[in-house]
């Protein structure tokens, strides 16, 4: 039932908006919903499971945005080292963004899900990447719903770094691309540690110039698009890729 599926995690965020997860009654999901309390439990087998399916959700969605900002680019011509940082710039910004406004994404970029949030049981605080699942993750995070372990921090810079090496590899010169990879992985590292710990606004500005009025968040954005550019001007070589010379 896709339709009743979505509807439920669709009520689900809402009611932890308004209140800590704890307090979330599935009776009043299903309401919300407008199904009846055993189609919940069909769908998601236990509370524990309808976290889990939430949780995925809204990182899967997190990671679908980020490979619309690398799919869109930016106004640099296609191919060039200013389009691959103005594209990686861009999925930054969504990140931020994401991670701001949604704080089950946050929480898992983060690891750090505080008591409003599902028990680090339904996404652990610091899971193993799927490539490179340790031994010992507890049984419950393979069951329920039958999808794996849910992604943490080390996952989710990973599929980021994957997903802005495979929009920029192709027409890049071939002896470039681990250096490509390097600095992905770099751009991605960077563009977490500025969700974990956010840039402050600076509150003096230089002698004799009037303080420009800036947000926070455009403060942080400006702060991680100078990180990522930064990581790019690190390749190697003075041409851009496809100049031929």
Same mark, same amino acid.
């Given at each position: 039932m896709?339709?009743? $599926?979505e509807? =439920?995690l669709?009520?689900a965020?809402?009611?932890?908006?308004?209140?800590?997860?704890?307090?979330? $009654?599935?009776?009043?999901v299903?309401?919300?919903?407008?199904v009846?309390?055993?189609?919940?439990?069909?769908?998601f087998?236990?509370?524990?499971?309808?976290?889990?399916?939430?949780? *995925?959700?809204?990182?899967?969605?997190?990671?679908?945005?980020?490979?619309?900002?690398?799919? $869109?680019?930016?106004?640099?011509?296609?191919g060039t080292?200013?389009?691959?940082?103005?594209?990686?710039?861009?999925?930054?910004?969504?990140?931020? *963004?994401?991670?701001?406004?949604?704080? &089950?994404? *946050?929480?898992?970029?983060?690891? #750090?899900w505080? %008591?409003? =949030?599902?028990t680090?049981?339904?996404?652990?605080?610091?899971?193993?990447?799927?490539?490179?699942? *340790?031994?010992?993750?507890?049984?419950?995070?393979?069951?329920?719903?039958?999808?794996?372990?849910?992604?943490?921090?080390?996952?989710?810079?990973?599929?980021?770094? %994957?997903?802005? =090496?495979?929009?920029?590899?192709?027409?890049?010169?071939?002896?470039? &691309?681990?250096? =490509?990879?390097?600095? #992905?992985?770099?751009?991605?590292? &960077?563009?977490?540690? #500025?969700?974990v710990?956010?840039?402050?606004?600076?509150?003096?500005?230089?002698?004799?110039?009037?303080?420009?009025?800036?947000?926070?968040?455009?403060?942080?954005?400006?702060?991680?698009?100078? &990180?990522v550019?930064?990581?790019?001007?690190?390749?190697?070589?003075g041409?851009?890729?496809?100049?031929?010379?």
């Amino acid at each position: 039932m896709p339709a009743a $599926r979505e509807s =439920l995690l669709d009520a689900a965020y809402t009611a932890l908006a308004n209140r800590a997860w704890a307090a979330v $009654r599935m009776v009043d999901v299903a309401a919300a919903a407008g199904v009846s309390r055993q189609t919940l439990y069909n769908e998601f087998g236990s509370k524990e499971g309808l976290a889990r399916a939430l949780v *995925r959700r809204e990182t899967d969605n997190y990671l679908a945005g980020v490979a619309r900002a690398l799919a $869109r680019g930016g106004a640099p011509a296609a191919g060039t080292r200013g389009d691959a940082a103005a594209r990686v710039v861009a999925a930054a910004a969504w990140t931020l *963004r994401t991670a701001r406004a949604n704080p &089950l994404v *946050r929480a898992a970029l983060t690891g #750090c899900w505080d %008591d409003r =949030l599902p028990t680090p049981s339904a996404a652990s605080a610091d899971p193993a990447p799927l490539r490179a699942a *340790r031994s010992g993750v507890p049984a419950q995070r393979a069951a329920s719903s039958g999808e794996g372990p849910l992604p943490g921090p080390a996952e989710l810079v990973g599929r980021f770094c %994957d997903q802005a =090496l495979a929009a920029l590899e192709p027409g890049w010169p071939e002896e470039e &691309l681990p250096a =490509l990879g390097s600095v #992905c992985e770099t751009a991605a590292r &960077l563009t977490l540690s #500025c969700v974990v710990a956010p840039v402050a606004v600076a509150a003096a500005p230089e002698p004799g110039r009037v303080p420009a009025r800036r947000t926070r968040p455009e403060a942080e954005t400006e702060a991680v698009s100078r &990180l990522v550019r930064g990581a790019f001007a690190q390749l190697p070589g003075g041409t851009e890729p496809g100049d031929g010379g």
